[in-house]
Nanobody, 122 residues
Framework: VQLQAFGGGLVQAGGSLRLSCAAS????????MGWFRQAPGKEREFVAA????????LYADSVKGRFTISRDNAKNTVYLQMNSLKPGDTAVYYC????????????????WGQGTLVTVSS
């Protein structure tokens, strides 16, 4: 599978962005999808995940209430709607696919996209 994330950019604090991640290959609708991010000088961290059906989601505490993950299995695409952005959200955002575990597990993400940069100015 190939994952391609896009939609990043420069936005002022308080603004919004929507990231998209398009997946190639078969079986997209069978797997958990997640978003992670890595800020400069920091380790990669989990942001959000969504079950294969979209019926279950999981969020990091730092983005809960501001970010929304969703998916369109007909389009093989997962989204991350980011509202009320803060400078601390500045990072490269990666989408990933988890074929081994459920939405509640942070392990098992074996397939990764190339990342898209989000910069939030104060």
């Amino acid at each position: 599978v190939q994952l391609q994330a896009f939609g990043g950019g420069l936005v002022q604090a308080g603004g919004s962005l929507r990231l998209s991640c398009a997946a190639s290959g078969r079986g997209f609708s069978n797997y958990v999808m997640g978003w992670f991010r890595q800020a400069p000088g920091k380790e990669r961290e989990f942001v959000a995940a969504i079950s294969w059906s979209g019926g279950s989601t999981l969020y990091a505490d730092s983005v809960k209430g501001r970010f929304t993950i969703s998916r369109d299995n007909a389009k093989n695409t997962v989204y991350l709607q980011m509202n009320s952005l803060k400078p601390g959200d500045t990072a490269v955002y990666y989408c990933a696919q988890n074929r081994r575990y459920g939405v509640g597990e942070l392990r098992g993400y074996d397939y990764w996209g190339q990342g898209t940069l989000v910069t939030v100015s104060s």
